[in-house]
């Protein structure tokens, strides 16, 4: 979340080390950031659980954190920096990262796939 925040917050103007032009990249970076961090958080609160939790909260509270980083992330690019700007559409990849992360952790531990929530 470090890197995330950093990435976000710095200035590349000037930086012409990165001329890709595909339509969007951007918010496919968004998207690809978010659906890792979803997948991370998710990893991360099942360990840190030790099976106090179950399987749906631990995803719910790393959706929901991740879903209000991301808003506070572009209120802070919008209102405290000159050479960044907090988009609309950015919250949505964001969110849309989250959610596909988050579903394909869901699937990943689901009953039929034969690994475990639970250690």
Known sequence: MIFITVLSLIS??????LDINIPYFD???HFTFYFIASILGG????EISKDTLLKSKV???SFL???LYGIIIEVIQNSL???????FMDVLANSAGAILG????WGLFSK???RKWEN
């Open 59 to 61: 995803l719910v509270i």
């Open 12 to 17: 590349f103007e000037g930086d012409n080390s």
């Open 81 to 87: 920096t000159t050479y960044r700007s907090g988009e």
């Open 102 to 105: 988050t579903l394909f952790l």
């Open 112 to 114: 039929g796939s034969g």
């Open 65 to 67: 954190g991740l879903l």
């Open 43 to 46: 990893l991360f609160g099942r």
């Open 27 to 29: 918010k496919l970076v």
